[in-house]
């Protein structure tokens, strides 16, 4: 047997009438006249199949079916109240999950204040944060397993993708601080050629090692690359240890190593990009939500 389906409005008739116990209260509350809202609670006791309510001269109280249903029906009105709220809150991205990959090297630098930044505007947005170097980032989003990246050299041919930079910060050679360039304040990339490297791994990140060995090979020198490593910090104890020298973003002088030196680069100083990444046309809101905090200039301490 097929079971009847009942109205919200019917619903909400029938709990306001059963709160108030009189049919005039009960429609002056619902806004509607007394005749209609005696039909809504006629139409629902057809649908049930049963009185809902005893009709006395006077006074009006609940059957037994009427007092069994009564907390049904609060709670699918309650129920639908919190879910409209719901999805009008995921809906203007005020609310929900949003993934976010990003770089190791970026905790130390635009992530902390960017969460931060987000977290108040948006508390009731759940973040899911996933470290992970710029290619597998790419291949994530292509993937829709992230909504947002926040990477290094972002490939200039990606189809898929949008990036917008929100960071640019110069290199450092990070030297062993037995390496004789280490006593110069800065050093120039031709010093360096005589010098084994530690890179990350072209894989990690192609962009990245590309601009490196360019600027090596604009320098006039070809990196001979000792070890790799995926990560900067692993990349500065390998250079600790005396396995080579590197180039690195400046930001990675927050990682605190006594055998470690960071040195400037001249001349030039050249650069490195930081860009956040997100699908072209994706829809979810929050995605816009937080490119608008990207957006947002930082707020300047009082």
């Known amino acids: 047997m097929e079971r009847p389906e009942l109205p ?11 709160e ?8 002056t509350r619902l806004g509607i006249a007394q005749p209609p809202l005696s039909q809504q609670i006629r139409r629902l006791e057809s649908k049930v199949g049963h009185p809902l309510f005893n009709r006395e001269p006077g006074r009006v109280t609940l059957t037994p079916a009427g007092r069994e ?3 049904v029906a609060r709670r699918a009105l309650t129920d639908l109240t919190n879910g409209l ?3 009008r809150a995921i809906g203007s991205g005020q609310a929900g999950r949003l993934r976010i990959g990003f770089a190791a090297s970026l905790a130390l630098t635009v992530l902390p204040d960017l969460l931060r930044a987000f977290r108040d505007r948006f508390p009731h947005v759940h973040l899911d944060i996933e470290e992970m170097t710029t290619a597998p980032q790419i291949a994530a989003l292509r993937e829709k397993t992230i909504d947002i990246g926040l990477l290094r050299e972002p490939p200039t041919d990606e189809a898929e993708l949008n990036f917008k930079t929100v960071l640019t910060e110069p290199f450092v050679a990070v030297l062993p601080s037995t390496h004789p360039l280490a006593a110069q304040r800065t050093v120039t990339l031709a010093h360096l050629a005589d010098s084994p490297f530690v890179l990350l791994p072209r894989a990690a990140g192609p962009q990245l090692y590309d601009k490196i060995i ?7 020198c070809t990196p001979r690359i000792a070890q790799h490593a995926v990560e900067w910090q692993t990349v500065c104890a390998l250079v600790e240890t005396g396995l080579g020298v590197s180039l690195a973003p400046a930001s990675i002088r927050r990682i605190r190593l006594k055998g ?14 930081v860009a956040v990444a997100w699908r072209k046309n994706d829809q979810n809101p929050l995605v816009a939500s937080l490119l608008a905090v990207v957006s947002q200039p930082p707020a300047r301490p009082k």
Do not use: D, K, Y
Not at 8 to 18: G, K
Not at 214 to 220: I, M, P, Q, V
Not at 260 to 273: D, M
């Open 214 to 220: 360019g600027l090596c090979a604009a320098a006039g």
């Open 85 to 87: 709220a719901a999805a």
């Open 260 to 273: 470690v030196a960071f040195r400037g680069i001249e001349p030039g100083a050249p650069r490195t990009r």
């Open 69 to 71: 249903l009564l907390p």
């Open 8 to 18: 919200l409005p019917q619903l909400h008739a029938f709990v306001v009438l059963a």
């Open 20 to 27: 108030e116990l009189h049919f005039g209260q009960a429609a």
